[in-house]
């Protein structure tokens, strides 16, 4: 398997083997769409996000150094005092928090009683605090203000690094794919929004990015000798590219979800450690959404913003016409000539141009053929 996967990498490169990515982009923009679309909608459907604690306001309760854990115990407690739902996970060894909404003072003293006793622990092993929502808010703004310094910046350097702002637009509307596709699925879920989670959605925004500029910086190696070959397309150069670096892009994805999946279903799910759900779950989605914009994304977007401008309409129509008269009639979507049995195969040698000396010939002989004499 290890060996087919390693033929398969390499057919890849070389462009024997190759997927379609930016012939059929249309297919992946229509989707990619309907996706934002109802990523966008889901919230209003379900009448918000699930905000934790730190962005409605409410009341929490810590226990800690307790033998029990059972969050049976925090919920049971709650309900019976005011009737209300908790949340309640197990943030650290020994350790329970429950959260609910806010409680009056008698209720706030009645809750607290009921965990020291449910749980068996001394009265100041049971912390109570009330979180307003204004935090929440204020974490909002920073959050929002850091994310559009982070684009800016981000916008610039692709810009100065790859000298073309093309790719620099094509990868910033990505990131946006990313994050509005990352936050609808949890919408979707109603998964808890908490800073946790906030935190997982700007680490994912470096990921995404990094897989970016690797495929990005493949695309630009491809296409900067352009003009100076008459075998590929630049739409053909450019799937190359994303065909080059999909193994790597796989590879990378696999290496990063493995980690993180680990956490959010072992540490998190089994163990109920609820900070590390929260910023695992956004990652794993992350990290899987990022991965899928580059290549389905990102790497079409640019080719579709370049493949009209005039030189490469013109690069285009060449290839195609020199195809013609070098008797290629079949190639893959990464530009490899396939032969009558449809097996990758060396381009023909370019048609031999017409020197100085031919054409003057030729215009004499013209010149001749368009003066007869007359009688």
């Given at each position: 398997m290890a060996a087919n996967f390693a033929k398969a990498g390499n057919q890849l490169y070389t462009g024997e083997r190759s997927y379609p990515f930016i012939?059929?982009?249309?297919?992946?923009?229509?989707?990619?769409?309907?996706?934002?679309?109802?990523?966008?909608?889901?919230?209003?459907?379900?009448?918000?996000?699930?905000?934790?604690?730190?962005?409605?306001?409410?009341?929490?309760?810590?226990?800690?150094?307790?033998?029990?854990?059972?969050?049976?115990?925090?919920?049971?407690?709650?309900?019976?005092?005011?009737?209300?739902?908790?949340?309640?996970?197990?943030?650290?060894?020994?350790?329970?928090?429950?959260?609910?909404?806010?409680?009056?003072?008698?209720e706030t003293l009645e809750v607290a009683d009921a965990l020291e006793q449910g749980y068996g622990v001394a009265g100041e092993q049971v912390s109570s605090t009330f979180i307003g929502p204004v935090w929440g808010e204020q974490i909002s703004?920073?959050?929002?203000?850091?994310?559009?310094?982070?684009?800016?910046?981000?916008?610039?350097?692709?810009?100065?690094?790859?000298?073309?702002?093309?790719?620099?637009l094509a990868a910033m509307l990505g990131l946006g794919f990313v994050v509005i596709t990352t936050v609808g699925i949890y919408a979707a879920t109603g998964f808890e929004v908490t800073p946790s989670a906030i935190i997982g959605f700007l680490t994912i925004l470096s990921y995404a990015l990094y897989d970016t500029m690797v495929v990005f910086d493949k695309i630009r190696e491809n296409v900067d000798g352009l003009r100076g070959q008459k075998d590929q397309t630049f739409t053909e150069r450019v799937n190359l590219a994303v065909n080059q670096t999909l193994v790597r892009s796989i590879n990378t994805s696999v290496v990063g979800i493995l980690p993180v999946g680990s956490i959010l279903f072992i540490g998190s799910l089994l163990l109920g450690a609820g900070t590390l759900r929260d910023i695992s779950l956004s990652l794993f989605v992350g990290i899987i959404v990022g991965t899928l914009a580059t290549v389905f994304i990102q790497a079409p977007l640019y080719a579709r913003m370049r493949r009209n401008d005039a030189d490469i309409r013109a690069h285009t129509a060449e290839v195609l016409s020199l195809r013609e008269q070098r008797g290629v009639h079949a190639v893959t979507a990464s530009g490899t000539a396939l032969d009558a049995a449809g097996r990758p195969a060396a381009f023909p040698p370019l048609p031999e141009e017409e020197s100085e000396e031919d054409l003057d010939q030729e215009e004499d002989y013209q010149v001749i053929i368009q003066a007869p004499h007359e009688h």
């Open positions: 012939q059929k982009s249309n297919l992946w923009f229509i989707l990619a769409g309907i996706l934002v679309l109802a990523s966008i909608a889901v919230p209003f459907f379900r009448g918000g996000f699930n905000l934790g604690i730190e962005f409605t306001g409410g009341s929490e309760f810590t226990i800690s150094q307790t033998e029990n854990t059972d969050i049976g115990i925090g919920q049971d407690a709650v309900e019976e005092v005011s009737g209300q739902d908790a949340i309640v996970t197990n943030v650290a060894p020994n350790t329970v928090r429950v959260q609910t909404e806010e409680l009056s003072d008698t703004q920073q959050m929002l203000l850091g994310l559009v310094i982070f684009v800016v910046l981000v916008a610039l350097y692709m810009a100065f690094y790859f000298r073309t702002w093309t790719m620099s």
